[in-house]
């Protein structure tokens, strides 16, 4: 699957725990991008990625929340200290450039739920 | 600003027929609109785009019209089939000034295609 893979799935975590989602784009693909979906809504963007900068987390809350995409592996966002609000799905998608002519291509998505 | 706002939330069309999706917005600074298709359980698919300086683009069944004094775009799907129901996003994107492109969705429409 050349793909942009997403894992888990799905991932349950206890209010105060730690979640890390993980991003694999596309072959040939170097910019990431995290959205989050909250249930009946679009997708609201929280933050851009090159390999090992961080580009744009404007969308990205200030507090808890970090990403990173190093040279080698896969990109990771790690939500700290879960709390209910913060159930939701998150989505990554990649590019091959980070130019308004070049689609960004979705995974599948990680369906995060806060017990 | 920056928002894009779609409609109908939600649609139910005859096999055959013509499904429409609109969307309008308000920031003249959005130059690439793109529209995706989402199946339960699925990221985002890009199914067709189009920039401000064209008012048509077809792809097969799918067609985007483009009024941009209006401000305005929309999804015709001729000949709906009922492989084609699934939860349809339109998107902006603009440039943020802090080194990345972002989409901004609107909210979604599904479309349910009855035999």
């Known amino acids: ?115 | 600003q920056q928002q894009v706002k779609q409609s109908p939330q939600s649609l139910i069309v005859q096999k055959g027929g013509i499904s429409i999706i609109n969307c309008a917005y308000e920031n003249t600074a959005f130059d690439y609109f793109p529209w995706y298709q989402q199946f339960p359980g699925k990221g985002p698919a890009l199914l067709i785009a189009i920039r401000p300086d064209v008012s048509e683009k077809k792809e097969g069944r799918f067609t985007i019209s483009f009024n941009k004094s209006a401000k305005q775009f929309s999804l015709h799907i001729m000949d709906s089939q009922p492989g084609d129901s699934a939860t349809y996003f339109c998107a902006a994107s603009l440039y943020s000034g802090a080194g990345s492109y972002q989409l901004t969705f609107g909210k979604g429409t599904k479309l349910s295609v009855i035999p």
């Open chain 1, 1 to 115: 699957n050349a793909g942009v893979m997403q894992n888990p799935r799905h991932l349950v975590r206890r209010r105060g725990q730690e979640a890390r989602l993980r991003c694999s784009p596309m072959k040939g693909h170097s910019h990431v991008y995290w959205y989050r979906q909250l249930p009946e809504e679009g997708l609201k963007f929280m933050v851009y990625l090159q390999k090992e900068n961080i580009i744009d987390e404007s969308g990205m809350p200030k507090e808890r929340f970090s990403a990173e995409f190093p040279k080698e592996g896969p990109s990771i966002l790690r939500i700290q200290q879960v709390v209910r609000g913060d159930s939701a799905a998150y989505f990554c998608a990649s590019s091959p450039k980070g130019q308004n002519n070049q689609p960004q291509h979705f995974g599948d998505g990680t369906r995060l739920s806060i017990l």
